[in-house]
């Protein structure tokens, strides 16, 4: 939807200003990035930011994000996408192997 969301802006803004580009671009790119799974803490990080910068300085949104509310949604969303990072079936799996999350089990105490 965020790629999607970028051709919205380079589309439907006659001449657009280099700002909107930047965002337009970052947003097509990183939607493309997310949905292979291709470097997806950056591309979610990417997403955050543009999503911030387009509330702030409010660059009129086409489209299903037309609000400052909703842009701003869209940080906590790609926060907790780059902190989790891709799955299982992503191109970063496949290139850079997955991480696990080894857990030891607990030792007892004998000395109680």
Do not use: N
Not at 41 to 66: E, K, N, T
Request: hydrophobic share 60%; glycine share 14%; proline share 8%.
């Amino acid at each position: 939807m965020v790629a999607a969301q970028g051709v919205l802006y380079l589309a439907s803004h006659g001449e657009p200003a280099a700002g909107v580009w930047l965002l337009g671009l970052i947003a097509i790119v990183s939607g493309v990035g997310l949905v292979i799974g291709l470097l997806t803490s950056i591309c979610a990080f990417l997403i955050g930011l543009a999503g911030a910068a387009a509330a702030v300085h409010w660059i009129p949104v086409p489209g299903p994000l037309g609000t400052p509310a909703s842009l701003l949604a869209l940080v906590p969303v790609a926060a907790g996408l780059a902190l989790l990072g891709p799955g299982a079936i992503s191109c970063d799996a496949v290139l850079f192997g997955r991480r696990e999350v080894i857990i030891p089990p607990m030792v007892k105490d004998s000395h109680h």
